[in-house]
């Protein structure tokens, strides 16, 4: 993760912050660099689900969402 972070922080996207509870932390924030890059990654994001949902029916949309969901759900069973 700290090298993630690192990376992140060299490009200007995040900035790291004292933790005023925790002096062994630090908190995380995005920069404006940051918030720009993550508005424009939602927005490639969108567009590729979006191309994806528009190759099925309404009706194969919505069996596919019942069984991501069916899936989710037993991943969470068995992670807990």
């Given at each position: ?61 919505r ?16 992670a807990s």
């Amino acid at each position: 993760m700290t090298n993630r972070l690192d990376k992140l922080e060299e490009r200007g996207f995040i900035r790291r912050l004292p933790d005023p509870e925790d002096r062994r932390g630090v908190l995380v924030e995005l920069t404006k660099a940051g918030e720009r890059v993550w508005e424009k990654a939602l927005g490639a994001q969108a567009a590729k689900e979006s191309l994806i949902a528009d190759a099925l029916t309404k009706d194969e949309q919505r069996r596919l969402n019942a069984l991501l969901r069916r899936l989710m759900r037993e991943f969470e069973q068995r992670a807990s």
